[in-house]
Protein backbone atom coordinates (compact mmCIF):
# COMPACT_ATOMS: atom_id res chain seq x y z
CA UNK A 1 0.00 0.00 0.00
CA UNK A 2 0.92 3.75 -0.68
CA UNK A 3 1.90 5.49 2.37
CA UNK A 4 1.37 9.33 2.57
CA UNK A 5 2.45 10.68 -0.62
CA UNK A 6 4.03 14.84 -0.20
CA UNK A 7 5.65 16.86 -3.08
CA UNK A 8 8.15 18.49 -3.57
CA UNK A 9 10.36 16.51 -2.28
CA UNK A 10 12.73 19.47 -1.82
CA UNK A 11 12.00 23.12 -2.80
CA UNK A 12 14.34 25.79 -2.79
CA UNK A 13 13.04 29.44 -3.79
CA UNK A 14 13.34 32.86 -3.24
CA UNK A 15 12.00 35.23 -0.28
CA UNK A 16 8.69 36.42 -1.75
CA UNK A 17 7.73 33.53 -3.49
CA UNK A 18 4.76 31.90 -3.12
CA UNK A 19 5.48 28.15 -1.80
CA UNK A 20 2.78 25.53 -2.50
CA UNK A 21 3.18 21.79 -0.63
CA UNK A 22 1.00 18.96 -1.79
CA UNK A 23 -0.01 15.60 0.40
CA UNK A 24 -1.94 12.76 -0.67
CA UNK A 25 -2.98 10.69 2.68
CA UNK A 26 -3.06 7.62 2.87
CA UNK A 27 -6.66 5.79 0.85
CA UNK A 28 -9.61 5.78 3.91
CA UNK A 29 -7.60 7.93 6.53
CA UNK A 30 -9.86 10.79 7.87
CA UNK A 31 -7.40 12.46 9.98
CA UNK A 32 -4.62 14.74 7.87
CA UNK A 33 -1.69 16.26 9.97
CA UNK A 34 0.43 19.24 8.64
CA UNK A 35 3.94 19.21 11.12
CA UNK A 36 7.01 21.43 10.83
CA UNK A 37 10.55 20.43 11.80
CA UNK A 38 13.65 22.98 12.14
CA UNK A 39 16.53 22.29 14.64
CA UNK A 40 15.75 25.30 16.80
CA UNK A 41 12.18 24.25 18.03
CA UNK A 42 11.75 20.67 17.04
CA UNK A 43 8.36 18.93 15.62
CA UNK A 44 5.25 21.16 15.48
CA UNK A 45 2.19 20.76 14.60
CA UNK A 46 0.62 23.67 12.36
CA UNK A 47 -3.01 22.54 11.78
CA UNK A 48 -4.99 18.96 11.33
CA UNK A 49 -7.96 18.05 10.00
CA UNK A 50 -10.63 15.56 10.13
CA UNK A 51 -12.71 14.65 7.23
CA UNK A 52 -11.53 17.55 5.05
CA UNK A 53 -12.75 19.88 7.48
CA UNK A 54 -9.87 21.66 9.70
CA UNK A 55 -9.76 21.32 13.99
CA UNK A 56 -7.44 23.13 14.96
CA UNK A 57 -5.31 25.76 13.32
CA UNK A 58 -3.40 27.00 16.57
CA UNK A 59 -0.18 25.86 15.65
CA UNK A 60 -0.44 27.91 12.01
CA UNK A 61 2.40 30.56 12.40
CA UNK A 62 1.18 33.35 10.93
CA UNK A 63 -1.44 34.61 8.13
CA UNK A 64 1.07 33.58 5.21
CA UNK A 65 0.18 30.25 6.08
CA UNK A 66 -2.50 28.33 4.65
CA UNK A 67 -3.69 24.91 4.19
CA UNK A 68 -6.96 22.96 2.53
CA UNK A 69 -8.25 19.71 2.14
CA UNK A 70 -10.56 20.33 -0.77
CA UNK A 71 -10.77 16.30 -0.84
CA UNK A 72 -10.31 13.36 0.98
CA UNK A 73 -7.40 12.65 -1.01
CA UNK A 74 -5.44 16.10 -1.21
CA UNK A 75 -4.18 18.35 1.07
CA UNK A 76 -2.37 21.88 0.38
CA UNK A 77 0.18 23.96 2.38
CA UNK A 78 1.05 27.51 1.31
CA UNK A 79 3.27 30.22 1.76
CA UNK A 80 2.85 33.00 0.52
CA UNK A 81 5.14 35.55 0.87
CA UNK A 82 7.81 33.13 1.97
CA UNK A 83 10.90 34.43 4.16
CA UNK A 84 13.88 32.61 4.95
CA UNK A 85 12.60 31.60 8.57
CA UNK A 86 10.41 29.03 6.86
CA UNK A 87 13.06 26.88 5.55
CA UNK A 88 12.00 23.82 7.04
CA UNK A 89 10.73 20.15 6.78
CA UNK A 90 7.25 19.92 6.27
CA UNK A 91 5.66 16.60 6.97
CA UNK A 92 2.60 15.65 6.28
CA UNK A 93 0.40 12.80 8.00
CA UNK A 94 -2.49 10.61 8.10
CA UNK A 95 -4.63 8.11 10.66
CA UNK A 96 -7.78 6.60 10.66
CA UNK A 97 -10.67 6.44 13.61
CA UNK A 98 -9.23 7.57 16.43
CA UNK A 99 -7.36 10.08 16.58
CA UNK A 100 -5.33 8.18 18.91
CA UNK A 101 -4.21 5.55 16.51
CA UNK A 102 -0.72 5.36 14.69
CA UNK A 103 -0.14 8.20 12.65
CA UNK A 104 1.36 8.01 9.26
CA UNK A 105 4.37 10.16 8.22
CA UNK A 106 5.29 11.15 4.76
CA UNK A 107 8.91 11.55 3.89
CA UNK A 108 8.56 15.30 4.17
CA UNK A 109 9.42 18.16 1.85
CA UNK A 110 12.32 20.17 2.12
CA UNK A 111 12.12 23.56 1.91
CA UNK A 112 14.90 26.53 1.77
CA UNK A 113 13.80 29.97 1.10
CA UNK A 114 16.80 31.90 -0.21
CA UNK B 1 0.14 22.76 29.58
CA UNK B 2 1.08 19.25 27.94
CA UNK B 3 4.69 18.37 27.48
CA UNK B 4 7.30 15.97 26.44
CA UNK B 5 11.02 15.97 27.91
CA UNK B 6 13.87 13.94 26.66
CA UNK B 7 17.29 13.65 26.96
CA UNK B 8 19.46 15.85 25.02
CA UNK B 9 21.47 13.87 22.42
CA UNK B 10 23.44 13.08 20.80
CA UNK B 11 24.08 9.75 22.48
CA UNK B 12 26.85 8.08 20.94
CA UNK B 13 27.47 4.48 21.41
CA UNK B 14 29.40 1.17 20.30
CA UNK B 15 27.43 -2.00 18.76
CA UNK B 16 26.12 -4.05 21.09
CA UNK B 17 25.79 -1.70 23.90
CA UNK B 18 22.66 -1.07 26.26
CA UNK B 19 20.60 2.04 25.45
CA UNK B 20 18.50 4.13 27.33
CA UNK B 21 17.07 7.14 26.50
CA UNK B 22 15.00 8.81 29.06
CA UNK B 23 11.37 10.71 28.70
CA UNK B 24 9.54 12.28 30.78
CA UNK B 25 6.02 14.02 30.61
CA UNK B 26 3.82 16.33 32.12
CA UNK B 27 -0.25 15.57 31.23
CA UNK B 28 -3.70 15.55 32.87
CA UNK B 29 -5.80 12.46 32.96
CA UNK B 30 -3.66 9.56 31.13
CA UNK B 31 -2.57 10.28 28.11
CA UNK B 32 -1.46 7.29 25.52
CA UNK B 33 2.53 7.72 24.63
CA UNK B 34 4.95 6.62 21.95
CA UNK B 35 7.94 6.29 20.68
CA UNK B 36 8.30 7.74 17.14
CA UNK B 37 11.89 7.56 15.09
CA UNK B 38 13.18 8.94 12.15
CA UNK B 39 16.07 7.35 10.04
CA UNK B 40 18.35 10.04 7.88
CA UNK B 41 16.54 11.16 5.35
CA UNK B 42 13.07 10.07 6.24
CA UNK B 43 9.70 11.03 8.40
CA UNK B 44 8.47 9.67 11.72
CA UNK B 45 7.60 5.97 11.78
CA UNK B 46 6.58 4.57 15.01
CA UNK B 47 8.28 2.60 17.01
CA UNK B 48 5.84 1.43 19.99
CA UNK B 49 3.71 2.57 22.15
CA UNK B 50 1.43 2.34 25.85
CA UNK B 51 -2.12 3.55 26.05
CA UNK B 52 -2.24 3.04 29.78
CA UNK B 53 -0.14 3.33 33.02
CA UNK B 54 2.36 -0.56 33.29
CA UNK B 55 1.73 -1.78 29.90
CA UNK B 56 4.84 -1.88 28.15
CA UNK B 57 5.19 -1.50 24.35
CA UNK B 58 8.23 -3.38 22.75
CA UNK B 59 9.15 -3.41 18.91
CA UNK B 60 12.48 -4.32 17.32
CA UNK B 61 13.99 -5.15 20.59
CA UNK B 62 13.28 -2.19 21.86
CA UNK B 63 10.88 -1.62 25.09
CA UNK B 64 9.49 1.11 27.12
CA UNK B 65 7.15 0.88 30.04
CA UNK B 66 4.22 3.63 31.48
CA UNK B 67 5.19 4.62 34.63
CA UNK B 68 2.66 7.05 35.82
CA UNK B 69 4.05 7.22 39.70
CA UNK B 70 7.55 8.69 38.00
CA UNK B 71 5.87 10.07 34.71
CA UNK B 72 8.24 8.34 32.24
CA UNK B 73 8.06 6.34 29.37
CA UNK B 74 12.08 5.49 28.98
CA UNK B 75 13.26 3.83 25.77
CA UNK B 76 15.66 0.65 26.04
CA UNK B 77 17.08 -1.78 24.33
CA UNK B 78 19.54 -4.37 25.27
CA UNK B 79 21.99 -4.88 22.44
CA UNK B 80 21.90 -1.68 19.74
CA UNK B 81 23.70 -2.05 16.24
CA UNK B 82 24.77 0.54 13.82
CA UNK B 83 21.59 0.59 11.31
CA UNK B 84 19.38 1.97 14.83
CA UNK B 85 21.36 5.33 14.11
CA UNK B 86 18.62 7.88 14.21
CA UNK B 87 16.36 10.45 16.10
CA UNK B 88 13.87 9.11 18.35
CA UNK B 89 10.84 11.28 19.59
CA UNK B 90 8.85 10.92 22.62
CA UNK B 91 5.14 11.96 21.85
CA UNK B 92 2.33 12.15 24.40
CA UNK B 93 -1.54 12.10 22.98
CA UNK B 94 -2.87 15.14 24.26
CA UNK B 95 -6.81 13.70 24.74
CA UNK B 96 -7.95 16.86 26.53
CA UNK B 97 -6.73 19.15 24.30
CA UNK B 98 -8.60 19.05 20.70
CA UNK B 99 -6.37 15.74 19.86
CA UNK B 100 -2.88 16.74 19.86
CA UNK B 101 -0.02 14.56 19.58
CA UNK B 102 2.70 16.43 21.33
CA UNK B 103 6.29 15.56 21.13
CA UNK B 104 9.31 15.80 22.28
CA UNK B 105 12.41 17.71 21.00
CA UNK B 106 14.29 14.46 19.26
CA UNK B 107 17.19 12.51 20.52
CA UNK B 108 19.94 11.18 17.99
CA UNK B 109 21.05 8.05 18.59
CA UNK B 110 24.50 7.32 16.67
CA UNK B 111 25.65 3.50 17.01
CA UNK B 112 29.48 2.83 16.05
CA UNK B 113 30.82 -0.47 14.69
Known amino acids: DAGVIQSPRHEVTEMGQEVTLRCKPISGHDYLFWYRQTMMRGLELLIYFNNNVPIDDSGMPEDRFSAKMPNASFSTLKIQPSEPRDSAVYFC????????????FGEGSWLTVV | GNSVTQMEGPVTLSEEAFLTINCTYTATGYPSLFWYVQYPGEGLQLLLKATKADDKGSNKGFEATYRKETTSFHLEKGSVQVSDSAVYFCALFDSGNTGKLIFGQGTTLQVKP
Open chain 1, 93 to 104: ASTSGDIRNTIY
